[in-house]
């Protein structure tokens, strides 16, 4: 099945603690990206990649950090988490670029403490 | 600056009436729009676009309507059943090639 996973998909955190939230796709994309979703904001990119050891950022970078070493992974990085960051992340795909339809994973709740 | 705005937080709809969700943008040079549907607790997913060369889009109960001098997108959905109940996100594309902007959402109920 083609799907966009993430791990994890709710984590509680404290302030300062390094975290990984990874993201995985099965179906061959080049392009990936991280959003975070807050309440009366929509979704905000956070860093995007159009391939292997190619990322830049988004909208909202501040606070994180991505890697793309191979095309099917593209982790976010939080080295120092900070109660702002508590929020609802999504990861998607496609296949070239943003102006096809991108594929989310389900989402990982993050909380801050 | 929202570069995209959703100005409906929210919207209730009697099943089998239309639905119709707005979304308004201030950049000129966006050229490609979406639409994507969340559901509590799993990611968006895509519904329809509609390029700036086109002023619809029609694909079964769901049409998207562009009108370019106004800025202006909207989504018809006819006829509206219970289980479109979900949050609706316009996005656009456009000035910086890889880059998507979304609005705040709009919380769709249609109720039976």
């Known amino acids: 099945e083609a799907q966009v996973t993430q791990n994890p998909r709710y984590l509680i955190t404290v302030t300062g603690k390094k975290l990984t939230v990874t993201c995985s796709q099965n179906?061959?994309?080049?392009?990936m990206s991280w959003y975070r979703q807050d309440p009366g904001l929509g979704l905000r990119q956070i860093y995007y990649?159009?391939?292997?050891?190619?990322?830049d950022k988004g909208d909202v970078p501040e606070g994180y950090k991505v890697s793309r070493k191979e095309k099917r992974n593209f982790p976010l990085i939080l080295e120092s988490p900070s109660p702002n960051q508590t929020s609802l992340y999504f990861c998607?795909?496609?296949?070239?670029?943003?102006?096809?339809?991108?594929?989310f994973g389900p989402g990982t709740r993050l909380l801050v403490l | 600056d929202q570069q995209v705005k959703q100005n409906s937080p929210s919207l209730s709809v009697q099943e089998g009436r239309i639905s119709i969700l707005n979304c308004d943008y201030t950049?000129?040079?966006?050229?490609?729009f979406l639409w994507y549907k969340k559901y509590p607790a799993e990611g968006p997913t895509f519904l329809i676009s509609?390029?700036?060369?086109?002023d619809k889009n029609e694909d079964g109960r769901f049409t998207v309507f562009l009108n370019k001098s106004a800025k202006h997108l909207s989504l018809h959905i006819v006829p509206s059943q219970p289980g479109d109940s979900a949050v609706y996100f316009c996005?656009?594309?456009?000035?910086?090639?890889?880059?998507?902007?979304f609005g705040a959402g709009t919380i769709l109920r249609v109720k039976s």
């Open positions: 950049n000129s040079m966006f050229d490609y």
């Open positions: 998607a795909s496609n296949p070239t670029g943003v102006g096809e339809t991108q594929y």
């Open positions: 509609i390029s700036s060369i086109k």
């Open positions: 179906m061959n994309h080049e392009y």
């Open positions: 990649s159009m391939n292997v050891e190619v990322t």
């Open positions: 996005a656009a594309s456009g000035e910086y090639g890889n880059k998507l902007v």
